[in-house]
């Protein structure tokens, strides 16, 4: 196939190896996951070189720009060299987990306080 015809995306997202099937990429698009230049598409949408593509996966957004147009799933060198990721990087975590500090009294009562919450109702 020439690498400037266009693709289905939903074809051309499994080739690249975003999704693991071809019908999970068609979910994605149906679910209105996928944009290209912006604009939510349907899985036949044809992809271009040069097209700018935004997937949603596992709640975070993916930006890639289409360098060559694929069809078939090939080896991840290649599917690399295929889609161009402009994902910008997460924002830097705390090193330090913080810890969590309940105050006295705050969340479930302790056997203590249920037996005297059941004597204040005579039960």
Request: contains cysteine; positive net charge; proline residues 7%.
């Given at each position: 196939?020439?690498?400037?015809?266009?693709?289905?995306?939903?074809a051309w997202?499994w080739?690249?190896?975003?999704f693991?099937?071809?019908?999970?990429?068609t979910?994605?698009?149906?679910?209105?996951?996928?944009?290209?230049?912006?604009d939510?598409v349907?899985a036949?949408?044809p992809v271009?070189?040069g097209?700018?593509?935004?997937?949603?996966?596992a709640?975070f957004?993916?930006?890639?720009?289409v360098?060559?147009?694929?069809a078939k799933?090939?080896?991840?060198?290649?599917?690399?060299?295929?889609?161009?990721?402009?994902t910008?990087?997460?924002?830097?975590?705390?090193e330090?987990?913080?810890?969590v500090?309940r105050d006295?009294g705050?969340g479930r009562?302790?056997?203590?306080?249920?037996?005297?919450?059941?004597?204040?109702?005579g039960?």
């Open positions: 196939m020439d690498e400037q015809a266009p693709v289905r995306i939903d997202l080739a690249v190896r975003r693991k099937t071809r019908s999970a990429a979910a994605a698009c149906r679910a209105g996951h996928v944009r290209v230049n912006g939510r349907k036949a949408q271009r070189p097209d700018e593509v935004r997937v949603r996966i709640g957004d993916q930006q890639l720009v360098r060559r147009t694929i799933r090939v080896s991840a060198t290649l599917a690399a060299e295929a889609a161009e990721d402009r910008p990087a997460p924002p830097p975590r705390e330090v987990a913080a810890v500090v006295r705050a009562p302790t056997k203590r306080e249920r037996r005297d919450i059941e004597r204040l109702r039960r």
